[in-house]
């Protein structure tokens, strides 16, 4: 009988400190983001750095003093700058501007103010186009390519410190799994660096 109290107590008292640990704190973020595509086996093609920005809100769903659960959506920029010299040695440049609605899911891990995040993110195509860059032929052609995918799946790995409870700078890779378009096997790499504001 006595051993029963016992571990109702102690399964009581564990219950307790776990409940007074889980907190629920929404956010925001935003920053730069400094994006490319991944390259093709095409010598003559070359895909650069494009730098664009995101914005985004989250909610940390804290669990333990180490662990946070935090689900995010954001509005990101991405492409690259892309070069194709043609049979004819003509170089062509496109700004290729691809941006996404993205649901991530970013798992937290707490050390004092140094945090570090792992996790998946569902990015949905909203706005794209290609404008020409110093064509021969056109030197202002915009179109919007149908080829283009309407979705990327990608995983993402980052860093980030707290200067205060609200106030903290983020730096993340992201690096997406489908190819951006169906003519090439490229696929998204974004580097990313900001800063987050954490409501109380």
């Known amino acids: 009988m006595k051993k029963s109290i016992i571990i ?4 009581f008292f564990g219950s307790t400190q776990i409940n007074a640990q889980v907190s629920f ?4 973020r935003v920053g730069a983001n400094f994006a490319h595509l ?3 086996d095409d010598p003559n093609e070359k895909f650069g750095t494009r730098t ?3 914005i985004g809100g989250f909610g940390t769903l804290n669990l333990s003093k180490v662990y946070a659960l935090q689900p995010e959506i954001n509005y990101s920029r991405q492409g690259a700058e892309y070069q194709y010299i043609d049979q004819n040695n003509v170089r062509h440049s496109y700004d290729i501007k691809l941006a996404y609605l993205s649901l991530g899911l970013a798992n937290k891990f707490k050390f004092d103010k140094f945090n570090f995040q792992v996790g998946p993110t569902f990015d949905i195509r909203v706005n794209d186009n290609k404008k020409v860059l110093g064509d021969t032929y056109n030197d202002s052609y915009n179109y919007y390519d149908d080829d283009l995918t309407g979705i990327d799946l990608a995983f ?3 860093a980030g410190y707290n200067f205060t409870e609200n106030f903290g700078i983020e730096a993340r890779i992201k690096k997406g799994i489908v190819p951006f378009d169906d003519d090439f096997d490229s696929t998204n790499v974004v580097f990313q660096t900001g800063i987050t504001y954490t409501f109380k």
């Open 8 to 11: 109702a107590f102690l399964c």
């Open 25 to 28: 704190k929404p956010g925001l």
């Open 38 to 40: 991944t390259q093709t």
């Open 52 to 54: 664009d920005f995101y």
């Open 156 to 158: 993402f790995l980052g």
